[in-house]
């Protein structure tokens, strides 16, 4: 799936935001019956999630215990469910319904980029004084990625870092410790491959995949704060320590360390080559505990799979790993138009994050909490040796990062994504990839000005 131009897509913005104010009054007065706050009529608002699949059977448990609250809540009220691919929701069907002004009330959404975009359009409903309200402005580890101009545009569902996945019956099997260095790494990849293994389990077939890898190797070796500067013109995809660690990942393709025909396995494959024993390591975001922790996805690898950071590339350097709580719910402008869907906005959010669903969240699918919540307090809400590896790791971290796709627009993630297929394909390397993705970068901060 790729991106529509981001200037295309502006202007598709742009168009819609003269039409959206009459859009939202046309709806809120079909939907509200008499109109009143106080009103019994029926009325109905869409959930857009992305919940979708046998991995987030728990994600979605827990968002229909919410609704079954907030319906009760709410007299009259109905809440639809509409389930879509979370690329989907994000690159093609959210985007489009925004370039018509006619987004679902709540939607799964991006923080940064996205909603910053969609705000600045007058999209997306400012939720500051609804924060104020409820009493819960101050208790989310960081929203920073859903403000923008000081207002608050959505809110996280959860936390997440990547790091690897490895079977932890083979590494014990073969005397293998968890490296402490990318070369050690290395190592332990050379010994699985000897052995006619897989080193890494991968799926390149969506190329924010594969990127996982690519982000946190170019942020070891270029810096954590390297990305941030893209979008200003104070660095560049071209800096010889971005390109050292984009050819790191080359250099992995090329030693043969992932399957072959990696460019056609879509994200469950990847799962499944570590479940199935074809391969011993896998970077993934935390999210992924989920699947290894669930008999009827993992079957006899629940309780052999461990995590841990990837290593730095020297000894006693700092761990540097991409963290983030960048994917949430945001709301459509036209609910202020409506009291009644604005009751059932309020309502929402006021189920959703309480510190038992973020609790609930991590215990029942590995979600790292989105507010704030001590180290013990996780650590008592799950035993299991899986999410103990996560919550070591967590604690380890000396330097995070956002995940490039959140700093960087959208021009830019879809020459890089393009880019690291080609080179994962063989049609470019990574000195030639970054440089069309630099022009990209250019392009795209000259359309800005």
């Excluded at 869409?46 to 007299?75: C, M, W, Y």
Aim: glycine share 10%.
């Amino acid at each position: 799936m790729k991106r529509k131009g981001l200037a295309l897509w502006m202007s598709l913005l742009l168009v819609s935001s003269t039409l959206l104010s009459a859009c939202g009054d046309k709806g809120s007065g079909n939907a509200s019956g008499t109109g009143g706050a106080d009103s019994n009529e029926p009325f109905e608002i869409t959930i857009r999630h992305t919940q979708v699949g046998e991995s987030k059977k728990f994600r979605l448990a827990l968002l229909n215990d919410v609704v079954s609250k907030t319906e009760a809540a709410v007299p009259g009220l109905k809440i639809k469910l509409d389930a879509v691919d979370s690329e989907v929701n994000r690159k093609e069907k959210l985007r489009g319904e925004m370039a018509a002004g006619k987004p679902p009330e709540v939607f799964d959404v991006f923080g940064s980029p996205d909603a910053g975009v969609y705000a600045k359009e007058g999209l997306m409903l400012d939720l500051t004084p609804i924060l104020e309200e409820l009493g819960i402005k101050d208790k989310f580890t960081t929203l920073d990625p859903f403000t923008h101009d000081g207002k608050i545009y959505g809110l996280p569902i959860g936390g997440s870092i990547e790091g690897i996945f490895y079977n932890k019956d083979y590494f014990a099997q073969k005397g293998l410790s968890v490296p402490q260095t990318l070369a050690e790494l290395e190592q332990i990849a050379e010994t699985i491959k000897a052995d006619g293994k897989i080193p890494f389990a991968q799926s390149s077939k969506d190329a924010w995949i594969p990127l996982m890898t690519t982000n946190n190797l170019w942020s070891y070796y270029a810096g954590a704060e390297v990305t941030y500067g893209f979008k200003t013109g104070e660095t560049k995809w071209t800096d010889p320590k971005v390109v050292e660690g984009v050819k790191k990942h080359q250099e992995w393709v090329e030693k043969g360390y992932f399957k072959k025909g990696e460019l056609g396995f879509e994200y469950a494959d990847m799962r499944n080559q570590i479940i199935s024993g074809e391969a011993m390591m896998m970077m993934d975001g935390s999210w992924a505990n989920s699947v290894f922790r669930d008999a009827a996805q993992a079957g006899d690898m629940v309780g052999k799979i461990g995590y841990f950071n990837l290593p730095p590339v020297n000894v006693g350097d700092p761990i540097v790993v991409m963290q983030d709580a960048n994917n949430g719910y945001g709301f459509s402008a036209a609910v202020n138009n409506d009291p009644r869907k604005l009751q059932a906005v309020k309502e929402f959010i006021k189920n959703m994050w309480t510190d038992e669903m973020q609790l609930r969240g991590l215990k029942e699918d590995g979600v790292l909490p989105a507010m704030k919540m001590d180290l013990d307090t996780m650590n008592s809400t799950s035993d299991d040796p899986l999410m103990q590896d996560i919550f070591k790791a967590v604690s380890e971290i000396d330097k995070s990062f956002p995940a490039f796709d959140a700093l960087v627009q959208a021009d830019v993630n879809t020459a890089l994504s393009m880019g690291i297929q080609q080179v994962i394909g063989g049609e470019l390397d990574a000195q030639k990839m970054l440089e069309n993705v630099q022009a990209a970068q250019e392009a795209a901060n000259a359309a800005e000005e």
